[in-house]
């Protein structure tokens, strides 16, 4: 028997997000973006259930090379550019297109000679993490074009407060960045500027192409909107099965460091998941866990292999029943919330020994 955990992948939900997102992109074109292990879903899964978008978009080279494996043959971007000359042969080899954001990957291209590469101009707006200066970007356009084999076919930018929540303390951030966007913007080259936030609340933002990541994968960007309200449909479910119950007398404690001190007589349930399976251990007492359709909440600290839950109050909930982490039951973002992150993050860091059993 393998351990009682799994990440259930539900192939029609992603490709039911997908067709949400491409209804709200409306003609422009889809980057579905497949970085960490499509966000922990398994980029085999992603390249299956994404065969509808244009491209795929990473930030690996070697993930790359695995979805021509599986097959994709349609367009595949590096968001990150590549980080090293070594980087151009197989780009070109995979066919694959290149973001463009710094000068010293201008000098590479120029030194190289590999060709063909098809180029993406990255324009820092606002985000200030990658990007030319928009002022530089004609400048660029202009080095790039005489380059030989070099093909500028995008400029590319990023917003960094798109999500209402973000935009309600900052609210003037995504206009500021697409008045900075638009000297940039002469009209020869498309724009690919939307992330899922973008793509979900700010219909203003044009462009030609979309690079639409979480949104796709049923997570909502924001956390004060539900996944249900943006017609999407949570992808990953994380479960895993209790393995022993403790009774456990009022005033003992559960765990490492006995964080928890049982106020009653209680029920506690050994889930088998823990930090090595990415599951916080920053994660406080009473997170929510689901089990047999009651929030159970986390007691005492987790452990590398194994939480504690308190089912007291869940009498029919024993050795063998499957507790949710998150998923359907249980948004992904209330989990993160709990521990002071984002479900992005959660999702994504899904540790590589849980195994993702993929439903048709
Ligand atoms: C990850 C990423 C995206 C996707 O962001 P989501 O919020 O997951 O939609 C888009 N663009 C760039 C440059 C990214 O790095």
Not at 285 to 299: F, R, S
């Amino acid at each position: 028997m393998p351990r009682p955990i799994y990440a259930e992948i539900d192939a029609q939900a992603l490709t039911h997000n997908l067709k949400r997102v491409r209804a709200l992109a409306g003609n422009r074109e889809v980057w579905a973006v497949v970085k960490a292990n499509a966000y922990g879903h398994g980029l085999d899964n992603a390249v299956k259930a994404f065969e509808g978008a244009e491209g795929l978009a990473t930030i690996d080279l070697d993930d790359a090379a695995r979805a021509r494996s599986y097959g994709w043959t349609k367009r595949i971007l590096l968001l990150e550019g590549f980080f090293d000359a070594a980087d151009l042969e197989p780009l070109a080899q995979l066919n694959v297109e290149t973001i463009i954001h710094s000068d010293w990957q201008i000098a590479i291209l120029k030194a190289s000679g590999v060709s063909p590469v098809g180029v993406h101009i990255k324009v820092n707006t606002g985000m200030n993490r990658l990007g030319f200066a928009p002022d530089d970007v004609n400048r660029v356009k202009a080095e790039l074009a005489a380059i030989p084999g070099v093909t500028i076919l995008s400029i590319v930018t990023h917003f960094a407060n798109a999500e209402p929540s973000y935009l309600a303390e900052k609210p003037t951030s995504v206009s500021k960045q697409l008045t900075r966007l638009s000297p940039a913007m002469d009209g020869t080259v498309p724009g690919c500027m939307a992330n899922s936030a973008a793509i979900l609340w700010r219909p203003e933002v044009e462009g030609t192409s979309v690079r639409a990541g979480v949104a796709l994968y049923g997570v909502s960007p924001d956390h004060h909107v539900t996944s249900e309200e943006l017609g999407i449909i949570p992808a990953m479910t994380l479960a895993a099965r209790i393995i022993a119950v403790q009774n456990v007398a009022e005033g003992e404690t559960v765990g490492y460091g006995a964080r928890w001190t049982a106020k009653r007589p209680s029920r506690i349930a050994v889930v088998a998941c823990g930090y090595a399976d990415g599951y916080p251990r920053t994660m406080p007492d009473g997170a929510p866990t689901w089990v047999n359709g009651k929030i159970a909440p986390l007691v005492g600290a987790v452990s590398m292999d194994m939480l504690e839950i308190d089912i007291t109050d869940i009498p029919d909930a024993d050795v063998g029943s499957l507790v949710e982490l998150w998923g359907k039951n249980l948004p992904v973002n209330r989990v993160a919330q709990a521990c002071g992150t984002i479900g992005y993050e959660l999702i994504c860091a899904l540790a590589l020994r849980v195994p993702l059993t993929l439903k048709a």
